[in-house]
């Protein structure tokens, strides 16, 4: 009998903005920026909730968002003309929303303003925001950006671009282009109420996929069907995972120790008794999903097996209870470490302890800090949502993987699965 798929989420707009307005100026003023002109897909959605559809990183960005230290209620977001109708169904904070020409309209005849007409749907033409937009409409990104930065920006103020070649293409002066990647990172790393409730539903969507793949397992199946019904449960509930898969961490054959990465190309029979480690990734809504467990495919594990599961579980709840505001990452390593030897484990200096924000992306941490120093030893803070990876190396029938995610409260961090940390 087919195992039945997951249900379809509901997939609902945005409903106020994802950030802290406040922490992203306290955060502009640690790391002296004035302005900030923002392209990139994530930036621009985390900031406004405009998630735009059909777009390549590697294309010339058809968004920008302006903002001013002092003045983020003149924001201004810069969008290719195609994109003006979205705000009639996605609202956002940003008022000033400035229409751009685009490949859609025709080379061959004038460019003229009432052209964008075209673009908007009944309801976009009655909102209030679209005469202004209308008279804002142009031919040139450049201009639209330069005109929203304005004449004193231009001349003296310091801006961080999430794309340095877009700030030497204004003409601006070297020395007040800057990156803008640490500054939206430190911003990005504390999760608001509405974050968590997102992260929430990707770790649900990625918790029953993986069931589901499990479920679906009979005597014969291969790698590359297993990993096919985890994409196909994922697209079931709406969610997205990303060529060339979802599933992250290869399955070496036999004694292989080694730790490697999929590329899309490995396949092999699902024999009883393999151990399989579910390191899943994909999105919903824009945000990222991450982790899983270990699976003894089709057969009972050894005893073993299980001490090591067991000895997993501690480390992680040992970690989770002293992820607290101040602890590093190092300390934390040293305190699972410290577990993995006193339990008998004898490879325990082998055994990969590492971690990792989560968010929009799988970092969601800023590189440096504002004196300049590397962020390489980071350090926990309240409300972060952290990937925890532990995996006790060995071949095919030895090695044992758990991977959490947690959101930082006071008393430590809470798992966001619903399961615990034993088998599958």
Request: charged fraction near 25%.
């Amino acid at each position: 009998m087919t195992q039945p798929l997951p249900p379809r989420r509901t997939r609902n707009p945005i409903d106020g903005p994802l950030f802290d307005r406040d922490r992203l100026v306290r955060q502009m003023d640690a790391y002296g920026l004035d302005a900030l002109v923002l392209t990139s897909e994530r930036s621009v959605f985390y900031l406004t909730g405009f998630n735009p559809i059909a777009h390549k990183a590697d294309e010339p960005r058809p968004y920008a968002l302006v903002l001013k230290r002092d003045a983020l209620d003149d924001a201004v977001l810069a969008v290719a003309d195609y994109y003006i109708s979205n705000f009639a169904r996605q609202s956002t904070w940003v008022k000033d929303i400035r229409p751009v020409r685009a490949v859609m309209v025709p080379m061959d005849l004038p460019f003229l303003p009432e052209r964008l007409d075209r673009f908007l749907s009944k309801d976009a033409q009655q909102m209030d925001w679209i005469s202004a937009a209308r008279g804002h409409y142009n031919e040139s990104m450049l201009e639209t950006i330069r005109g929203a930065l304005g004449d004193q920006a231009i001349k003296s103020a310091r801006i961080g671009f999430d794309d340095l070649n877009l700030g030497a293409r204004l003409g601006l002066p070297t020395q007040q282009v800057v990156s803008a990647y640490d500054v939206i990172m430190a911003t990005r790393q504390f999760k608001s109420a509405a974050e968590i409730d997102l992260i929430l539903e990707a770790t649900a969507i990625n918790e029953a996929a993986i069931s589901y793949a499990v479920d679906s397992w009979s005597e014969g199946m291969r790698w590359r069907d297993m990993d096919a019904n985890y994409a196909l449960a994922v697209v079931a509930q709406g969610g997205f995972i990303h060529d060339p898969g979802g599933m992250v961490l290869a399955h070496p054959q036999g004694a292989d120790a080694s730790v490697s990465l999929e590329t899309g190309f490995e396949d092999f029979e699902l024999e009883a008794g393999t151990h399989v480690m579910f390191d899943c990734h994909g999105t919903w809504q824009q945000y990222c999903w991450d982790g899983g467990k270990t699976w003894v495919v089709g057969s009972e594990p050894s005893s073993e097996t299980r001490r090591l599961v067991d000895v997993n579980a501690k480390v992680m709840e040992t970690i989770e209870q002293a992820m607290r505001a101040g602890t590093r990452v190092s300390e934390l390593q040293a305190l699972g470490r410290d577990v993995y030897r006193k339990s008998g484990v004898s490879n325990a200096d082998e055994v990969l302890i590492f971690f990792h924000g989560l968010g929009l992306s799988h970092m969601d941490l800023p590189e440096h800090l504002p004196d300049g120093s590397r962020n390489g030893d980071w350090q926990v803070e309240q409300d972060m949502v952290i990937a925890t990876h532990l995996l006790i190396p060995g071949g095919e029938r030895e090695r044992v993987w758990l991977e959490d995610v947690a959101v930082v409260k006071d008393h430590g961090g809470e798992s966001l699965f619903s399961w615990d940390f034993g088998l599958m």
